[in-house]
C-alpha cells in the first residue's frame, strides 16, 4: 500500500505560481511512475503531468500545461512535486497525486493509489 499526501494548494493571482508537494509513505515511490491529475467543478478528472514506467526520468504533460508546470521527484523524501508558474483562471480544480505500476501514463485506470487532493484556485 502506498499511502499519498498533497499540499501545497491554495488561492493566488492568475500568473502567479504554486508549489504542490505530495508525500508518499508505505512505499518508495521509486518503485512507481507518479503523476497528476486535476478535477474542475462539473468536470471529469484529468490528467496533467506524469513520469514514464520504463525511463523514470521522462515526464509527460497534458497540452495545456506545456511550458508551465513542471514534475519533479525526489527519491530520497519519497517526494513528488508539481510546480506551477503562469498559473490561468482555468487552472482552478483540486489536484491528486496518484502512483501506478503499469497502464498507460494519462488513463485514470492505471493508477493504482490517491491522494486526497488539494485545492487550486486562480483568480483573474
Known amino acids: 500500500q502506498v499511502q499519498l499526501v498533497e499540499s501545497g494548494g491554495g488561492l493566488v493571482q492568475a500568473g502567479g505560481s504554486l508549489r504542490l508537494s505530495c508525500a508518499a509513505s508505505?512505499?518508495?515511490?521509486?518503485?512507481?511512475?507518479m503523476g497528476w491529475f486535476r478535477q474542475a467543478p462539473g468536470k471529469e478528472r484529468e490528467f496533467v503531468a506524469a513520469?514514464?514506467?520504463?525511463?523514470?526520468?521522462?515526464?509527460y504533460y497534458v497540452d495545456s500545461v506545456k511550458g508551465r508546470f513542471t514534475i519533479s521527484r525526489d527519491n530520497a523524501k519519497n517526494t513528488v512535486a508539481l510546480q506551477m508558474n503562469s498559473l490561468k483562471p482555468e487552472d482552478t480544480a483540486v489536484y491528486y497525486c496518484?502512483?501506478?505500476?503499469?497502464?498507460?501514463?494519462?488513463?485514470?485506470?492505471?493508477?493504482?493509489?490517491w491522494g486526497q487532493g488539494t485545492q487550486v484556485t486562480v483568480s483573474s
Open positions: 496518484a502512483a501506478r505500476r503499469g497502464g498507460s501514463y494519462y488513463s485514470i485506470g492505471a493508477y493504482n493509489y
Open positions: 513520469f514514464s514506467l520504463s525511463s523514470g526520468s521522462s515526464t
Open positions: 508505505g512505499r518508495a515511490i521509486r518503485n512507481y511512475a
